[in-house]
């Protein structure tokens, strides 16, 4: 029903930015609460941050706050993580979700789509 893309990764410095996007196809993004996921090789999924469907709502992990921020576009066919002040630890394939029914946001099961995923790496 919802193909989700993400782009925007690539390899920065620890300190640096990166913005990351994911834009969807099939249907649109208007109704569905949006989020971000990511995974380390060896570690589980974890949550990163989420916003509701008006974009008037957001949510984030303990680790990333103060440093990521999430948005949509005027559209709200695209939604972005904006990523500063990077570290080494955050280095991982980050994927974004869409659910048209949201709990607590934060959970991984209540998301039905996933993008495919894009890496992000942060050298030291």
């Known amino acids: 029903q919802v193909q989700l893309v993400e782009s925007g990764g690539g390899l920065v410095q620890a300190g640096g930015s990166l913005r990351l996007s994911c834009a969807a196809s099939?249907?649109?993004?208007?109704?569905?609460?949006l989020a971000w996921f990511r995974q380390a090789p060896g570690k589980e999924r974890e949550f990163v941050a989420a916003?509701?469907?008006?974009?008037?709502?957001?949510y984030y992990a303990d680790s990333v706050k103060g440093r990521f921020t999430i948005s949509r576009d005027n559209a709200k066919n695209t939604v972005y993580l904006q990523m500063n002040s990077l570290k080494p630890e955050d280095t991982a394939v980050y994927r974004c979700?869409?659910?048209?029914?949201?709990?607590?946001?934060?959970?991984?099961?209540?998301?039905?789509?996933w993008g495919q995923g894009t890496q992000v790496t942060v050298s030291s």
């Open positions: 979700a869409a659910t048209n029914f949201p709990r607590n946001y934060v959970t991984g099961d209540e998301y039905a789509y």
């Open positions: 099939g249907r649109t993004f208007g109704a569905y609460a």
């Open positions: 916003i509701n469907w008006s974009g008037g709502t957001t």
